[in-house]
């Protein structure tokens, strides 16, 4: 199953995140960190972390650049706000920023579990009331649109690999699916962000839905 990261500096709330993670996916592995510092060292010492739960207001955020340090250090790991932060326009920024969604901590428990569940298969996730705010469909919207000659640049596993992403499978899974160790697809995740000009996996999962798979995979 997963491996998650929850970071926040409220021991309460990161008892009922990993509980109802336990729950949602049973023999999920959690892992718990207070603060930016401690996240970044565990982030660096352990690359296999398919998900990060991450607080916009525990110690060392300073405002958002906690989040832009985490998506630097691992920038194909998704990385989900979990926070009391009410301002819209800092929500939405969260995402240009780089965060695959935004978890209110006043959801309940089965909203932050359908959540989880609509991440895991590639999507954006926002609380419906921003969603509704955007009547001209930004949010939702992908601004990435991999081109026919950056797709040609990928090898055929890569091709495979990106295919599998865009069904919106973890690492974990792709590597299963495969046959390959889980290093490898990261490898190639981040040969395929590269090759295609996309800042973070989501904007390749959302940007590259519609790729005629089998055209590519004939040469």
Known sequence: MYKILVADDHPLFRDAIVNIIGIKYPGSTTYETED???????V????????????????????????LDLRNQCPTTPVVIVSAEQEKQKILQTLSYGAVGF??????????????DSIFQGNVYLPSDIMRSQNDSTVTRNEFQASPENISLLTRRELIVLQHLTKGEANKQIAF??????????????????????SN????????????FNQYLKR
Do not use: Q, W, Y
């Open 201 to 212: 996996r989501v904007k390749v999962v959302l940007g590259c839905s519609d790729i005629d």
């Open 103 to 116: 978890i209110a901590k006043s959801s309940s428990k089965d909203v932050i579990g359908d959540a989880l």
């Open 177 to 198: 699916n495969l046959h390959i160790s889980e290093t490898t697809v990261k490898s190639h995740v981040s040969s395929i962000l590269k090759k295609l000009g996309a």
């Open 44 to 67: 660096k010492d352990n690359d296999e972390i398919d998900l990060i739960l991450l607080d916009l207001n525990m110690p060392g955020m300073s405002n958002l650049s906690g989040l």
């Open 36 to 42: 930016v510092e401690s996240t970044l060292a565990f």
